[in-house]
C-alpha cells in the first residue's frame, strides 16, 4: 500500500521555466491537497480538490494551475517558475463527504523544487 | 479558520513523557482537534485528532478539556525518533471541503 506518491522527489528549473507536479493516491480518497512549505514554515495550502471534477484555490494560488485527473491523481502546474517558488511541496488526500472533518489526512513525501 | 497557540520549542529526556500543550479559545462546536507531526525532511504525518473525548491510539494520547479550548498532547515514553515538529490543527467541515491550516506548531527536542 503505497499511500500518496509524488514525483519527481527534486527539481532545479531556470526562471521561466513551466513543470507540472504529480500526484497520486491508492486510498480511494475523494478529497487531494497541494501545500508548499517554505524553509522554518508551517505548510500553506495552495489548491485543494474536494472531491473529482472540482477544485479550489486555498491561501496562496498565485503563479499555480492544478488539475483533478481522476479520483487518484491530482497535479500542480507552474507555467512560468519565479524564484519565490522555491519551496517543498507536499501532496495530501483525505477522505470527503459529510464526515470529512473526522478523518486524518496522508501526506506525500514531498518534491523539493529550486527556481534559480 | 479557527488558530491555535502552541509554544515555539520544548525539551524532553528520552523515555519521559512529554506534555505538548495547545490552546484553542475560538473553538467551534464542530471543530475536530488534529494533530500531526514533521519529522525532519519528510512530510507531515497524522497521529491523533478527538472532538470532545479523550483519546488514545498506538502513538499517543490527546487529552481534551472540559470546554474544549485546549488540549494536549502526550507521548508517553519519548524516544529520539519522537524528535519533531508538533502541529496542533482545527479542522471543520465548511460544505465543501474540511481544510488543514498549519501553524508553526512546537518543535520537540528529545535528549539522552
Known amino acids: 500500500n503505497a499511500g500518496v506518491t509524488q514525483t519527481p522527489k527534486f527539481q532545479v528549473l531556470k526562471t521561466g521555466q513551466s513543470m507540472t507536479l504529480q500526484c497520486a493516491q491508492d486510498?480511494?480518497?475523494?478529497?487531494m491537497y497541494w501545500y508548499r512549505q517554505d524553509p522554518g514554515m508551517g505548510l500553506r495550502l495552495i489548491y485543494y480538490?474536494?472531491?473529482?471534477?472540482?477544485?479550489d484555490k486555498g491561501e496562496v494560488p498565485n503563479g499555480y494551475n492544478v488539475s483533478r485527473l481522476n479520483k487518484r491523481e491530482f497535479s500542480l502546474r507552474l507555467e512560468s517558475a519565479a524564484p519565490s517558488q522555491t519551496s517543498v511541496y507536499f501532496c495530501a488526500s483525505s477522505e470527503g463527504g459529510w464526515r470529512v472533518a473526522n478523518y486524518g489526512y496522508t501526506f506525500g513525501s514531498g518534491t523539493r523544487l529550486t527556481v534559480v | 479558520d479557527a488558530k491555535t497557540t502552541q509554544p515555539n520549542s520544548m525539551e524532553s529526556n528520552e523515555e519521559e513523557p512529554v506534555h505538548l500543550p495547545c490552546n484553542h479559545s475560538?473553538?467551534?462546536?464542530?471543530?475536530?482537534i488534529h494533530w500531526y507531526r514533521q519529522l525532519p525532511s519528510q512530510g507531515p504525518e497524522y497521529v491523533i485528532h478527538?472532538?470532545?473525548s479523550n483519546v488514545n491510539n498506538r502513538m499517543a494520547s490527546l487529552a481534551i478539556a472540559e470546554d474544549r479550548k485546549s488540549s494536549t498532547l502526550i507521548l508517553h515514553r519519548a524516544t529520539l525518533r519522537d524528535a519533531a515538529v508538533y502541529y496542533c490543527i482545527l479542522r471543520r467541515y465548511t460544505g465543501t471541503a474540511s481544510k488543514l491550516t498549519f501553524g508553526t506548531g512546537t518543535r520537540l527536542q528529545v535528549t539522552l
Open positions: 480538490s474536494a472531491s473529482e471534477g472540482t477544485t
Open positions: 486510498m480511494n480518497h475523494n478529497s
Open positions: 478527538g472532538l470532545t
Open positions: 475560538t473553538i467551534s462546536g464542530t471543530d475536530y
